[in-house]
């Protein structure tokens, strides 16, 4: 992207949802009924992956899976402030302090910590119909052509692909 001039927050956006399998094999077969998803649309990225489990944990998967690839993937854009919007209420006020999602000493608080020497992360409630990582693919807008693509690919991630039947998904 455009490196002299980057904003000072990237907006993110994570969502989780538990769908319904319509497809009876893909229900037979075992296929993971929850999806998490996060946006970064500064950048043109969308992440969905299937996962199995309650919709609060499937919300912190989000936002660590987004954590995890602005320090991985986009870790050459600078990036030092984001600004993490989500529709789950429970997600967001657990933030406060006083919450059961994030006890001391729990793994999440220690993965806050550690990311949080890295960014400044905020989180903030935004209406369903405004979440962005919530919106199609295709209403991402294309890369113009003065603009390159910011995320950096592993070199041995092409061996790592492995082309098969569907897979059920993530056990958090």
Known sequence: MDKTNPPAAIACYIGAEHLRPSDPWLRQQGLFAGLIIFGIPHYGVQFKCRVEGDLIDLEFAAFFALLR???????????????????????????????????????????????????????????????????????????????????????FEHRKVRIGPFLRGVEL
């Not at 602005?70 to 990036?79: N, P, R, S, V, Y």
């Not at 967001?92 to 000493?105: P, W």
């Not at 793994?107 to 369903?128: A, G, H, M």
């Open 69 to 155: 690839t602005i320090t991985t993937k986009l870790k050459d854009e600078a990036i030092r402030s984001v600004e993490v919007f989500s529709s789950n209420p429970e997600f967001v006020f657990a933030f406060t302090g006083r919450s059961k999602h994030l006890e001391d000493g729990s793994e999440r608080v220690k993965l806050i910590n550690e990311y949080s020497q890295k960014l400044n992360i905020s989180v903030r409630l935004i209406d369903r119909r405004h979440n962005q990582a919530l919106r199609s693919p295709a209403e991402y807008p294309a890369l113009p052509t003065n603009r390159y693509v910011a995320m950096k690919p592993d070199p």
